[in-house]
């Protein structure tokens, strides 16, 4: 049911109500609204145990087991959250001078430090970008700024391996570049023969993510970041799998001068559902220049200030009204801080231990590893091609009949050049106990689809909705709710006469 339809005409939170209710005097007339705004009228305890029950309903990290691979769902801290929540932070407005946000920047600066010196990044850190794919573009955008200022401007093609993310080539494109596709070998490298072809005048720069998407580490990358840079092009580094590698391996060891930090991934802030995020991104010496603004120093008396443009006049500029999403920052510095130098290697230790186990046990239940003489990295792929040609149950079955036994989905189909895959991912912070459950369900689940397949498409049948025809709710979309049966509510999909 919707609180809309629990409403009933002068139902209020009467405790909530605040004490001044009129129309403040100074708000002009035309900007005063002339519709009610269409909320529902309902008791306190109606809208907490609405919601409450709502929260039942989701599946999140806090309640069930989230193998989401690439995405790296985590366990969040809730040391994070409450230090994040701090009044001295939660009540500073983004706009405050640097006089009265001294502690906010320190703590900014030390975490643009902290990641410049976990990845290698000699040019130094930007927190600006507000998601990993603002991350990314900022990432080619300095690339291109540095051909251009360099007047070489037929560099516009970009190198993207076929495993890649898919907001690989969307973000060379939008930065006004053709996109070079290679491919991966049968072992999960990439295709270097393929990468000289087409190297050449016009490239650019590649886009990688190391380990890749497929769960490997690239066992040429000295090699590729050789030949690339030998071409005169650049190495953009997708830290979305930086989790397998934290402390332990770093990208600008590696060859590569730009790099996207997703912070709510590998640092732990909580993200899912469309935000908040933080994609940071970090350069090479030869990138610093062009880093986008604002950045945080510290002064030669002590104090900490903002970098601005005219401090930096070939950065690519604002990528935001503000500086970067600071409530997520905040939350990735305590964690950052909590890890210290020697935890960090453990996160990566205790993500790839996790993955290879979970992926050998799988292996043991009849599951077919896609690339089974590789050692994984913090994530690992599964393909039932073999259980869709026998008994017709798809990626799709299975995922959907995980939900019935109360564990989250792994990705689906996802990469493309994998049929019928799942991209498993355990990450560092979940018990034994919970991934051998895991491996039981899914023994269960393998033996269903040879015995019961429709059962499995029949899935889920325990959970609020039941399993929806993707391609009619695609198209044909049903956002808006109006109320046949609470005439005092006024909804509409509209913009209101004046607001």
Not at 44 to 67: A, C, G, M, W
Not at 234 to 253: E, F, M, Q, S
Not at 298 to 305: E, L
Request: charged content about 25%; hydrophobic content about 40%; aromatic content about 6%.
């Amino acid at each position: 049911m919707l609180i809309f339809e629990l409403s009933q005409p002068g139902r209020t939170a009467a405790a909530q109500i605040p004490a001044r209710t009129s129309t403040p005097a100074d708000l002009p007339e035309q900007f005063r609204r002339k519709t009610p705004i269409g909320l529902p009228e309902v008791s306190e305890l109606q809208v907490v145990r609405h919601y409450t029950n709502l929260s039942r309903k989701n599946f999140s990290i806090d309640t069930q087991f989230y193998p989401l691979g690439s995405c790296t769902m985590k366990y969040n801290p809730r040391a994070c959250n409450s230090l994040a929540l701090l009044d001295g932070f939660l009540a500073r407005h983004p706009y405050a001078p640097e006089s009265k946000s001294q502690g906010f920047l320190a703590c900014m600066y030390e975490l643009q430090e902290i990641l410049a010196d976990v990845t290698g990044m000699k040019g130094g850190v930007s927190l600006a970008p507000m998601a990993g794919a603002q991350g990314e573009f900022a990432g080619v955008a300095m690339i291109m700024a540095y051909h251009k200022h360099r007047g070489d401007l037929e560099r516009t093609e970009i190198i993207v391996p076929d495993a890649a993310h898919g907001t690989n080539p969307a973000t060379a494109t939008m930065c006004g570049c053709t996109v070079r596709e290679i491919p991966t070998l049968a072992d999960g490298d990439i295709d270097v023969e393929a990468l000289k072809k087409v190297l050449g005048p016009k490239t650019a720069g590649i886009m990688l993510t190391n380990p890749s998407t497929i769960g490997v580490f690239e066992r040429r990358i000295v090699e590729i970041s050789r030949l690339v840079h030998e071409a005169g092009g650049l190495l953009y580094y997708d830290g979305a799998n930086l989790n397998a590698i934290l402390g332990k391996v770093r990208p600008g060891d590696m060859g590569f001068d730009a790099i996207h930090m997703n912070l709510h991934k590998t640092f732990s802030t909580p993200h899912g559902g469309g935000g908040p995020g933080a994609g940071a991104v970090g350069v090479s010496e030869r990138l610093k220049p062009f880093l986008p603004i604002p950045m945080i120093e510290k002064r030669a008396d002590g104090r900490y200030g903002w970098i601005r443009r005219k401090d930096r006049p070939l950065s690519i500029g604002r990528l935001t009204s503000f500086a970067g999403n600071a409530g997520v920052l905040l939350r990735a510095y305590v964690y950052a801080r909590l890890l210290g130098r020697e935890g960090m290697p453990r996160v990566a230790e205790y993500a790839t231990l996790n993955a290879n186990y979970l992926a050998r046990r799988l292996a043991e239940k009849g599951f077919d590893l896609a690339y089974p003489k590789r050692r994984a990295s913090h994530e690992f792929i599964v393909t039932v091609s073999k259980q869709k040609k026998e008994s017709g149950v798809t990626a799709l079955d299975f995922s959907k009949s995980l939900l019935d036994r109360n564990i989250h989905a792994p990705t689906n189909y996802f990469p493309l050049l994998i049929p019928e895959c799942l991209l498993i991912e355990p990450t560092e912070t979940e018990a034994k106990e919970t991934l051998d459950e895991f491996v039981e369900v899914m023994g269960e689940l393998i033996q269903l689809a040879a015995s019961d397949p429709q059962k499995m498409k029949d899935a889920p049948i325990t959970q609020p909705v039941r399993r929806l025809d993707d391609v009619k709710a695609a198209k044909d979309l049903d956002i808006a709710w109006k109320a046949p049966h609470a005439p005092h509510i006024h909804m509409t999909t509209a913009a209101p006469a004046a607001v």
